[in-house]
């Protein structure tokens, strides 16, 4: 199994909702990472993971929160977002194969299509 | 920091033609690898093709190649024997050993019947 599975693909929530987007990979992969895609623009990193820890976090609104219960799933969960907030998250992950040693191929999920009202 | 910059916002190319997509970057590393990624209108992000910074030999990947000039900092993606199916939008990014992979703002590529 290559892949990394995103769900759900499309959701919609207002402004005031609380939601979870889900990340899922079985191929022993220790890094995961979340990025955020506009349209027509490049993927902007938000968050990496590494061995289920938190390693980076680009300085992404608390209302965007990460979690990773376990080194098969990650989770972005939303609260109170904006508008403009609307965009394509996406999932990857890759491998680590020491200590500050990183594998440089990442694999991405398909994505999901999130719009705010 | 790293920044990687892409200055054709959009191509085209009649199938069956070569195009050339440019790509240059900025970073104080020395380790480091570059990718070419494609993302059609599905938006799955594909890796085209990837070279490593102490790799001097150009990488290759069936009708993609890559000029790497590492002294000019630039990369640039040679499309051979364009088809339609390479009508998607395609990324420049860096990687670095901290993890960090860093996208340029991508050129849309059309390739016409």
């Known amino acids: 199994d290559t892949e990394v599975t995103q769900t759900p693909k499309h959701l919609v929530m207002g402004m005031t909702n609380k939601k979870s987007l889900k990340c899922e990979q079985h191929?022993?992969?220790?890094?995961m990472y979340w990025y955020k895609q506009k349209a027509k623009k490049p993927p902007e990193l938000m968050f990496v993971?590494?061995?289920?820890?938190?390693?980076i976090n680009e300085s992404v609104p608390s209302r965007f929160s990460p979690e990773c219960p376990n080194s098969s799933l990650l989770n972005l969960h939303l609260h109170a977002l904006q508008p403009e907030d609307s965009a394509l998250y996406l999932c990857?992950?890759?491998?680590?194969?020491?200590?500050?040693?990183?594998?440089?191929?990442?694999?991405f999920g398909s994505g999901t299509q999130l719009s705010v009202l | 920091a790293q920044t990687v910059t892409q200055s054709q916002p959009e191509m085209s190319v009649q199938e069956a033609e070569t195009v050339t997509l440019s790509c240059t970057y900025d970073?104080?590393?020395?380790?480091?690898?570059l990718f070419w990624y494609k993302q059609p209108p599905s938006r799955q992000m594909i890796l085209v093709i990837r070279?490593?910074?102490?790799?001097?030999q150009n990488a290759t990947e069936n009708r993609f190649s890559v000029n790497f000039q590492k002294a000019a900092k630039s990369f640039s993606l040679k499309i051979s024997d364009s088809q339609l199916g390479d009508t998607a939008m395609y990324f420049c990014?860096?990687?670095?050993?901290?993890?960090?992979?860093?996208f340029g703002q991508g050129t849309i590529l059309t390739v016409h019947p």
């Open positions: 070279q490593e910074a102490y790799k001097q």
């Open positions: 990014a860096f990687f670095t050993r901290y993890g960090k992979l860093t």
């Open positions: 191929m022993g992969h220790r890094a």
């Open positions: 970073t104080s590393e020395n380790n480091y690898y």
């Open positions: 990857a992950s890759s491998t680590r194969t020491g200590e500050g040693v990183w594998d440089e191929k990442l694999f």
């Open positions: 993971y590494s061995y289920e820890k938190l390693s």
